[in-house]
């Protein structure tokens, strides 16, 4: 059972450039997550979904933008990178709600040069 | 804004001792507070959860404490040990939405 699959794993980026970070889930978990974790500062969401066609803004939106066409894709979209947005992304789903507990990915480690 | 407060930043434990992780939420609606285990390299998984209607619960080693009125919570790990070595991450949430982390613990269980 792969759980919850992120891709890349690592990636540098310019400034300026665009890329995408992909997560996969085989669990047929409805609600799926987007983190940023950057250090002493926690996890921080990004953006949510409840459902296939639904997402919603979470805490830190800004400069990131997502999709949800199957239940089992959530990708995270980067548009016009900057530095600020050096981070450590984790994708994550639940069953359910957040009692259902969070299934969370291993990571992409993005640096922004 | 700050809605979970989590202390120490890091702490450093004797192999064998009591390691004690605590939080501060300010949002009274909170109602479902759960800790994650975080090891390198890897993302967080869920270690232990507690909902405000009980002041205590043990699994293991693990104990989540609960106090509503000054709310707070504490993680206590017993006998802990090097493999216990992990950023921990408390959290809570209301109405069945989705998670707030604090800003995590560094505990290193040393020999």
């Known amino acids: 059972n792969a759980g919850v699959t992120q891709t890349p794993k690592f990636r540098i980026l310019k400034i300026g450039q665009s890329m995408t970070l992909q997560c996969t889930q085989d669990?047929?978990?409805?609600?799926m997550y987007w983190y940023r974790q950057d250090p002493g500062m926690g996890l921080k969401l990004i953006y949510y979904s409840v459902g296939a066609g639904i997402t919603d803004k979470g805490e830190v939106p800004n400069g990131y933008n997502v999709s949800r066409s199957t239940t089992e894709d959530f990708p995270l979209r980067l548009e016009l990178a900057a530095p600020s947005q050096t981070s450590v992304y984790f994708c994550?789903?639940?069953?359910?709600?957040?009692?259902?507990?969070?299934?969370f990915g291993s990571g992409t480690r993005l640096t922004v040069v | 804004q700050q809605q979970v407060k989590q202390s120490p930043q890091s702490l450093i434990v004797q192999k064998g001792g009591i390691s004690i992780i605590n939080c501060a939420y300010e949002n009274t609606a909170f109602d479902y507070f759960p800790w994650y285990q975080q090891f390198p390299g890897k993302g967080p998984a869920l270690l232990i959860a507690i909902r405000p209607d009980v002041s205590e619960k043990k699994e293991g080693r693990f104990t989540i404490s609960f106090n509503k009125s000054a709310k707070q919570f504490s993680l206590h790990i017993m006998d802990s040990q090097p493999g216990d070595s992990a950023t921990y991450f408390c959290a809570a949430s209301f109405g069945n939405e989705k998670l707030t982390f604090g800003t995590g613990t560094r505990l290193t269980i040393i020999p």
């Open positions: 669990m047929n978990h409805n609600y």
């Open positions: 994550a789903s639940s069953y359910g709600t957040a009692n259902y507990g969070y299934t």
